[in-house]
Each structure stands twice: as structure tokens, then as C-alpha cells.
């Protein structure tokens, strides 16, 4: 699984402005859950079965499945309200 500095950076800022600081660290834990575990499974296909997008609330992330190198690059993080 990688966030890129920039995503984990966004997050970080997600987090230091949000109402509940605690739902986005619970919501980004289990994110990391279903990422590391079952990303296939996990969210909606866009543009291709590996390019993926999911909500836990409040976030929403944007994913990439590199199956040759079983990995998972997490592209974008976003609040939603």
C-alpha cells in the first residue's frame, strides 16, 4: 500500500480542519483496511477494473491496483460532507 507524501499530506490537512478529526482517522483506518486486504472488492471500478474510487465517511478515495507488483497506490483523498 502507498500514499504518496502529497496524498498524505492532503489527508493531514483533511484532518487538522475537520469537525470530527476522529471519524476521518477511524474512516482512513479502515480505508487502509480494505486497501491492504481486498482492493479489488473494495469500491467502483472507473475507467478500468484497476483504477478505483471509494467512500467511507467522510472520505473518499481514488486508488490504483498495480496486480503484477500487488500493490496499491492511493491517488487522491477527499472530505465529503
Known amino acids: 500500500m502507498i500514499w504518496p ?3 498524505t499530506d492532503d489527508l493531514m490537512s483533511i484532518w487538522s480542519v475537520a469537525a470530527d478529526p476522529s ?15 481486498a482492493p ?3 469500491g ?5 477494473s484497476l483504477r478505483r474510487v471509494a467512500y467511507l ?4 478515495v481514488e486508488y490504483e491496483v498495480i496486480e503484477d507488483d500487488k500493490r496499491v497506490v492511493v491517488q487522491k483523498v477527499f472530505i465529503v460532507q
Open 5 to 7: 507524501e502529497r496524498v
Open 57 to 60: 465517511a467522510p472520505l473518499r
Open 40 to 42: 479489488l472488492s473494495f
Open 23 to 37: 471519524a476521518v482517522a477511524a474512516s482512513s483506518d479502515r480505508i487502509d483496511y480494505h486497501l491492504t486486504f
Open 44 to 48: 467502483e471500478s472507473r475507467e478500468s
